[in-house]
């Protein structure tokens, strides 16, 4: 059993920054994939940003040299480090963990970005 728990969203200006957090518990956090989502008002869920267990990532091309997803394994946490943001980054953000046939949801942060 994985339950993940998501902070850090919040109002930011455009040009701004925020970091989310998605602090993970129950199975043994090293082995999983994690990930972040994030889904707009009318749209679908889309992938952001992922990090294997043994530390490879990758990215939207939307966010590529502006968001930087890092884990601290000591901790069971996941990280999303979000600069220059946009307005067109307003969604709810979703942490993901995965392991085998298997996978885990937070229940979402809002992020908003003013212009």
């Known amino acids: 059993q994985v339950q993940l728990v998501e902070s850090g969203g919040g109002l930011v200006q455009a040009g701004g920054s925020l970091r989310l957090s998605c602090a993970a518990s129950?199975?043994?956090?090293?082995?999983?994939?994690m990930g972040w989502y994030r889904q707009a008002p009318g749209k679908q869920r889309e992938l952001v940003a992922v990090?294997?267990?043994?530390?490879?990532?990758n990215y939207a091309d939307s966010v590529k040299g502006r968001f930087t997803i890092s884990r601290d394994n000591a901790k069971n946490t996941v990280y999303l480090q979000m600069n220059s943001l946009k307005p067109e980054d307003t969604a709810v953000y979703y942490c993901?963990?995965?392991?085998?046939?298997?996978?885990?949801w937070g229940q979402g942060t809002q992020v908003t970005v003013s212009s």
């Open positions: 993901n963990s995965m392991l085998g046939s298997i996978t885990y």
């Open positions: 129950g199975s043994i956090f090293s082995l999983n994939e």
């Open positions: 990090i294997t267990s043994g530390g490879r990532t």
